[in-house]
């Protein structure tokens, strides 16, 4: 993680005009001015010192021998630029530095938190770290040992003999338990002494004066045994459960630690984030005070670590460059590594915490290979049924029934689905000839009368057939051996036939009507099923930037900041501290603390969002406004709403906060 794209601008404004073409002493400059382009990376600003610092041994050389020093007025304006912008990258190498150690401490204090949250993580973790602190417990012993010169016996190794030798060592009377959770030598906690027992003579001679009738005895002695059971059980439940108390409150102290110096490096890199308009300023003043601004860095840096140091008073900007890249920094970096390995608030190294599971996995991998090995077949006829339930899946439920969607769509609703136009006809048709043949011999009809008839068959009229059967069935035995009771029952059954065809033909076109209705029905589930995966994905790497934009919005109305001062402060810096939070302008620890989060943000951005998308760029364009220094309090809140105006629907931040919302 860099902030380097804050300073760009610092950087650009050390650039100065000048003719140095077809100079050829000047080549060297003009390259190390060019290779000082931003982003200015850590090597090319120990180069650029490294070749100055040369270049002036060799000046000091010409000067002592009696010649004149090769440097012209020209390569004093290019040897000026070159020094401010190496000013610029030591401020942007120390912004850097405090915001990579403030994100790696602040995910160790998320590493410790989440641990804290289950108890079953702390009795695991507990399990993971017994054998270290076993081993710590020994080589305590040892050290005090060897500290009085005692001879190393087995008897010492007693849990008594251990308590009374750690005891002299420590002055705690938990000695032992200080061993294995070193905490405990910084943190006393009062909870290790169990709640007191009351004694038996106490209890028995309280029986003996209650009551002299039995009754008595056993009314007043059920409270009393009551009593006495709950201090036994909450006796025996304090040392049982002991040991993860004690780590819980070890994890605790560590989180709280971290988070402690998390806020110290935040504070630093807001101090130094608030004075980029003054190093503006710098950047076109004299080398005086550049010189004091590089102290401001240091005190910053380092602080009240100043004297380990051992920073000599510089005589010149380039000593001073010098002592701040190769000293300061360096020391402000073991400073931080050292602090964190002496009270061992990082997390674990990964061999103890896999250690159980190298010691379980082993049998518990035999044990699988034997029970894959006794149902092979089961397993692969498992196996190849999931992968064709996934396959079907895909074909049948969503790439088929998409499929036909477009096809309806392309083909706009022709065809028919229960029955086919031409049926409907050939059924109409034959009605049309039986009823006009039955007409033509039963009736005699001429032309011009069976014309129609036959239009009234086509709007469903068959009163003319309809007589003959009324005049059949008044004599049916007769008309069905000789006459056309038959013919005219035959004629209304096909009736009824065209009848059930044209119903089936509305049915039809309203299907047809609705046919891109059913298809998107059949396809919703499987839809869904796509749609709640895609979310759930969606969500978990939107939770990130969602949190990080609540932490900041938190920031900015809170605004926290630290209670103490450092002692040695300069005027400007006073004046700067006595103006924090007025008009505004953000406290140091808020100000670090908000370019913590927002650079949870870019990274966000640079990292799933898409490349050369207008959304990538909106997004980073506000990300820019947060990070800027310029803008006060209220200019801030003012980004951040429009953030979640702009950005909360396309990233999902409002279904993750109404998700969290009680």
Not at 210 to 219: E, F, N, Q, R, V
Not at 245 to 256: D, G, P, V, W
């Amino acid at each position: 993680m860099s902030v380097s794209h804050i300073t760009c601008k610092l950087v650009q404004s050390s650039t100065l005009f000048i003719n140095t073409a077809a100079i050829p002493s000047k080549d060297a400059l003009r390259s190390l001015f060019l290779s000082l382009s931003p982003p200015i990376s850590p090597s090319n600003v120990r180069d650029g010192i490294k070749y100055l610092q040369e270049l002036e041994d060799e000046n000091s050389t010409l000067s002592s021998a009696g010649y004149a020093p090769r440097v012209g007025g020209e390569e004093h304006v290019l040897k000026d630029a070159i020094l401010g912008r190496l000013v610029a990258g030591i401020y942007t190498k120390a912004l850097d530095t405090l915001l990579t150690e403030a994100i790696a401490t602040e995910t160790e204090a998320e590493w410790w938190a989440d641990m804290e949250r289950s108890w079953l993580r702390i009795a695991y973790h507990l399990i993971q770290t017994l054998p270290l602190r076993i081993s710590n417990l020994v080589k305590d012993v040892l050290r005090v040992l060897r500290s009085n010169n005692q001879p190393i016996s087995f008897s010492l190794f007693k849990p008594s003999s251990i308590s009374d030798l750690l005891k002299k060592d420590t002055g705690l009377p938990y000695s032992i338990a200080a061993c294995i959770f070193p905490h405990l030598r910084t943190h006393p906690q009062a909870s290790l002494v169990p709640p007191p027992l009351a004694p038996f003579r106490t209890y028995s001679s309280s029986l003996r004066s209650s009551s002299s009738s039995p009754s008595g005895i056993i009314t007043s002695a059920f409270p009393k045994l009551w009593r006495t059971f709950s201090i036994t059980a909450q006796h025996f439940l304090h040392y049982a459960t002991l040991p993860l108390r004690l780590t819980n409150q070890e994890i605790h102290a560590k989180r709280l630690e971290l988070e402690r110096i998390r806020d110290e490096r935040a504070e630093a890199l807001g101090e130094l984030t608030s004075k980029r308009d003054e190093l503006s300023r710098t950047l076109q003043a004299d080398l005086d005070e550049r010189s004091a601004f590089l102290q401001v860095i240091n005190q910053v840096l380092v602080g009240r670590h100043m004297d380990r140091v051992q920073l000599e008073l510089p005589t010149s900007l380039l000593d001073a460059l010098a002592a701040t890249s190769s000293k300061v920094l360096p020391m402000h970096v073991s400073l931080h590594l050292e602090c964190l390995r002496v009270h061992s608030l990082l997390r674990p190294s990964r061999f103890v915490r896999i250690w159980p599971s190298l010691l379980v996995l082993p049998p518990l991998t035999l044990y699988a290979v034997q029970r894959v090995g006794a149902s092979q077949h089961t397993l692969l006829s498992l196996a190849k049924d999931a992968g064709e339930t996934f396959k079907g899946f895909c074909r049948g439920w969503l790439v088929e029934p998409l499929a036909d969607i477009a096809k309806t769509v392309r083909a706009g609703g022709e065809g028919s689905i229960i029955v086919q136009k031409g049926s409907i006809d050939a059924d109409l048709q034959s009605l049309e000839r039986m009823a006009l043949s039955l007409a033509r011999e039963k009736l005699n009809y001429s032309s011009i009368q069976l014309d129609e008839l036959s239009s009234k068959l086509r709007l469903g009229d068959l009163t003319p057939i309809l007589e003959i059967y009324e005049e059949d069935i008044k004599n049916p035995v007769r008309s069905a051996i000789s006459g056309t009771l038959l013919r005219s029952a035959f004629v209304q059954v096909q009736k009824a036939k065209v009848d059930v065809d044209q119903a089936l033909a509305g049915i039809d076109k309203l299907l047809r009507s609705q046919e891109l209705t059913f298809a998107f029905v059949g396809v919703a589930p499987a839809l869904s099923l796509v749609y709640v995966a895609g979310g759930y994905l969606g969500r978990l790497y939107a939770g990130a930037s969602s949190h990080a934009m609540r932490r900041i919005e938190h920031l900015l109305i809170t605004q926290p900041r630290t209670q103490h001062k450092e002692e040695h402060r300069t005027q400007v810096e006073e004046r700067l501290d006595s103006t924090e939070g007025k008009g505004g302008a953000l406290p140091h620890l808020t100000a670090g603390l908000l370019l913590l989060s927002v650079s949870s943000l870019r990274q966000y951005a640079e990292t799933w969002l898409p490349a050369r998308s207008r959304l990538r760029e909106g997004f980073l364009g506000d990300v820019g406004d947060l990070e800027d220094p310029g803008l006060g309090r209220e200019e801030k809140i003012l980004v951040v709403e429009r953030m979640w105006r702009s950005w909360g629907h396309a990233l999902g931040w409002q279904r993750m906060t109404a998700e969290v919302s009680p």
